[in-house]
């Protein structure tokens, strides 16, 4: 039963997050659910509550603090929440999500006050199902889980990894209209590898080294298996898991439950969907563009991926398209003749031959050699994008695309500043953390950040009742969301919209999914005008409803789904 139909009345309803409205009961409300002498006398209204709390927010003193009062919030009223965080949702969304996100999972064993989602962990492995029965709500449309290995660009953070399903589930509501009461955010405690996290005698995860790769696959089946059993329907989207399993756990299970990877899948397609901004304004499409990516993990890689494809879908081979793909790692360029790759890298290995009689293979001998048009940072080496290579890259390209996307702030590959100086302004630029305008204020920088993309992915499988999230849906998020790009339209303007626009083209993005979803055979069929409205009427807002007395309550009237 969700928040709607629960029938409780007295403290059970005041201090339920999801039902109370506190001192919104009206005195009507109050004397027919118990609730009177609980409540200071004045009734107030959502907006003056929101008022009240904004002043709390905006009273603190730094970002986590900050984060820390959001997160409280959330807990006490979760409708005041999301009202809150929907009426100043530029100002909100770094602070609830990256970067601030970073630093409350690395101190997350210290700031914690509440229990929220589930923590499945190791030792409990053979009571995995009274586990996931013991979530807070019985019907759920989406889980974010994680195992806290590769939380951002901080590494493992172990159980502190939590902060990450619960600040993007908290965005699927904002954005994307998902009913809170009807999401989940999982952690799977398989131990740490980090060493101060282990020592801290304040950790609140199982202080044990990461368990093996044969013991973790096991682990991770068994919760797959258990929790298709038990949510058949519920979209799962895997979070910050490390390259070695990501794409490994992806390619295992996309194609038996619904599920995708939003490190690799949704950073390309809102990667793809910038590009598709910038393109427009270089005059130049993306199949006729020289591509280099520093960092072949599996954001990287997964990029590179959505970048083939839609280079195929205009034209180009597969072999065409590769080459003109560049991939660096930490051992520089991949090629056909090194034996440590993956196989996912080997897809994008030039051909040894391609780079006879080059100096090195390293970035600066890429841009060196190579005529790019589009350079881009998923490597977490701050700084990687120097003046000297940017330089280098600006004497090829009258407009050239860098997109430096590494997470947290600090392990940018370069300040958008830095980048608008070397290319005299000419640079078209994204970045996967918030910057400050350039340019005296003049130039927003688009923010690549993920919210773009995966509350659509979830507003759209909801709606249409998906099984399945395809590449082509995938695709389809990026183009939409690349057609709104405020810079084909203006001189100046950033590669993405702003975030306040977010829910609209939220929407926009979701309906063009939903309807790949049915032509890809994976949703029940509907008309493209049912679709859309199947969508709308989808959309949760923050919105206090009216509650009737328990014994008033008819069935019909609960709003269970």
């Known amino acids: 039963m969700t928040a709607q ?48 709390s904004y002043a709390e927010f905006s009273s603190r003193q730094d970002d986590l603090d900050k984060h820390i009062y959001l997160r409280g919030l959330q807990d006490r009223n979760e409708t005041l929440f999301y009202r809150l965080l929907s009426d100043h949702i530029e100002e909100v969304l770094p602070i609830v999500y990256t970067p601030t996100v970073g630093d409350a999972c690395r101190r997350f064993s210290k700031i914690y006050r509440r229990p929220r989602g589930l923590f499945i962990s190791y030792p409990d492995r053979d009571r995995m199902r009274e586990v996931l029965r013991n979530r807070r709500e019985q019907q759920v449309d989406v889980i974010v889980v994680t195992d806290g290995q590769r939380i951002l660009g901080l590494g493992d953070q172990g159980v502190g990894g939590m902060g990450i399903p619960i600040g993007k589930l908290s965005l699927y509501t904002l954005i994307g209209g998902i009913d809170p009461a009807r999401t989940l955010p999982i952690i799977l405690d398989v ?30 089946d068994d919760f797959v298996t258990i929790l298709h059993e038990e949510l058949p329907d519920v979209l799962l989207q895997w979070e910050d898991f490390a390259t070695a399993h990501a794409l490994p756990l992806l390619k295992r299970y996309r194609n038996r439950l619904l599920t995708f990877n939003d490190d690799i899948q949704g950073t390309a397609a809102v990667a793809l969907g910038a590009l598709h901004g910038a393109v427009g304004v270089a005059g130049r499409p993306l199949s006729q563009q020289q591509v280099v990516m520093l960092g072949a993990g599996s954001a990287g890689i997964g990029v590179l991926e959505m970048i083939r494809q839609q280079m195929v879908a205009e034209g180009l081979s597969e072999t065409e398209a590769a080459e ?99 290319t005299d302004g000419r640079a078209l630029i994204a970045t996967g ?60 303007q950033p590669l993405l919209p702003a975030f306040a626009d977010l ?6 993005i979701a309906t063009a999914v939903a309807v790949q979803a049915v032509r890809d055979g994976v949703a029940p069929a509907a008309s493209d005008q049912e679709i859309a409205e199947t969508v709308r009427r989808a959309r949760w807002t923050p919105d206090y409803q009216t509650h009737q007395p328990p014994e008033a309550t008819s069935p019909a009237l609960s709003g269970e789904k």
């Open 433 to 492: 953390s918030p910057f400050a305008p350039i340019r005296h204020g003049t130039y927003p920088i688009a923010q690549c950040n993920n919210v773009y993309i995966f509350p659509a992915i979830g507003l759209a499988v909801t709606a249409a009742r998906a099984s399945r999230v395809t590449d082509a849906m995938m695709r389809v998020a990026a183009t939409t969301l690349g057609e709104a790009s405020p810079a084909l339209h203006g001189a100046g």
């Open 191 to 220: 131990g740490t590898d980090n060493v101060d996290l282990l020592h801290d005698p304040q950790y609140l995860g199982w202080r044990h080294r990461r368990i093996s790769d044969e013991d973790y696959y096991a682990f991770v």
């Open 5 to 52: 139909g629960r029938q409780r009345r007295g403290q059970a309803l005041l201090f339920d997050p999801l039902t109370t409205k506190g001192t919104a009961f009206s005195q009507q409300e109050r004397r027919d659910l118990g609730l009177l002498g609980l409540l200071p006398y004045a009734v107030k209204t959502i907006a003056d509550q929101v008022a009240h």
């Open 503 to 508: 829910p609209e083209i939220t929407t926009r």
């Open 324 to 422: 003109r793909i560049w991939a660096i790692d930490i051992n520089g360029l991949l090629t056909d003749d090194r034996a440590d790759l993956s196989d996912a890298q080997r897809r994008f290995a030039q051909p040894a031959s391609r780079v006879t009689g080059w100096d090195g293979r390293g970035l600066a001998d890429v841009v060196r050699h190579v005529d790019v048009g589009i350079l881009i940072g998923l490597s977490t080496v701050a700084g990687a994008f120097t003046e000297e290579i940017v330089r280098m890259m600006a004497a090829k390209t009258d407009r050239p695309i860098i997109f430096p996307l590494s997470n947290p702030t600090s392990r940018a590959e370069a300040h958008p500043a830095e980048l608008d100086e070397w």
